[in-house]
């Protein structure tokens, strides 16, 4: 069965630190990808996804992921990371057919 | 504005009792979906519609049910709500499943806090 997980429940980094999100998901053939956040503020957003060709995908607030088959994985990237990205990020896996699942999320502390 | 709306926002209600939420899009997408959002959970699919009049389960279809008679609306229905619907419901909608292109994406609604007694 297809699933998803992101095996870090919260991270807390450093405001100008490096950012990285782990996401691994179970899926038999080559999988659409998604990230999103969801902050207080803004509610839910689509940060980035990837269907196929460049397996480095960019997104919006300066969030890249890159694709990995061989771990499948899609680990979820910012090189700074700004107190606003305090928030909750999900990882998800088009699932066949029209179908998303998510993982549990990791929610990201922001340290000044 | 592009945007969804849903209503109501919140809404406590008793076991067993039918109610309706209604999602409406206004930027002529074709997918919608619902989503439930539960502490340590995540996200989880109820229900998605790639066009009008076409709907299919998603990961937890049980005790839900939607209808797409209009490209804008996409209304989730419990018809015999329980104790363990109890939750942060989504609407989203995107031009074509995953958001489309890559340069397009998806639109959440605000979400609807339901509390079931």
């Known amino acids: 069965a297809q699933s998803v997980t992101q095996p870090d429940i919260h991270i807390t980094v450093s405001e100008g630190a490096s950012l990285e999100l782990r996401c691994n998901y179970s899926y038999g053939a080559t999988p659409y990808l998604f990230w999103y956040v969801q902050s207080p503020g803004q509610g839910l957003q689509l940060l980035l996804k990837y269907f196929s060709g460049d397996t480095l995908v960019q997104g919006i607030k300066g969030f890249e992921a890159e694709f990995k088959r061989s771990q499948s994985s899609f680990n979820l990237r910012k090189p700074s990371v700004h107190w606003s990205d305090a928030a909750e990020y999900f990882c998800?896996?088009?699932?066949?057919?029209?179908?998303?699942?998510f993982g549990a999320g990791t929610r990201l502390f922001v340290k000044a | 504005e592009a945007q969804v709306t849903q209503n109501p926002r919140y809404l406590i209600t008793v076991t067993g009792k039918k109610l309706t939420v209604t999602c409406s899009q206004n930027m002529n997408h074709e997918y919608m979906s619902w989503y439930r959002q539960d502490p340590g959970l995540g996200l989880r699919q109820i229900y998605y519609s790639m066009n009008v009049e076409v709907t299919d389960k998603g990961d937890v279809p049980e005790g839900y049910k939607v209808s797409r008679k209009e490209k804008r609306n996409f209304p989730l229905i419990l018809e015999s709500p329980s104790p363990n619907q109890t939750s942060l419901y989504f609407c989203?909608?995107?031009?074509?499943f995953g958001g489309g292109s890559l340069v397009e994406t998806q639109y959440f609604g605000p979400g609807t806090r339901l509390l079931v007694l």
């Open positions: 989203a909608s995107s031009p074509s």
């Open positions: 998800a896996v088009g699932a066949g057919g029209f179908k998303t699942i």
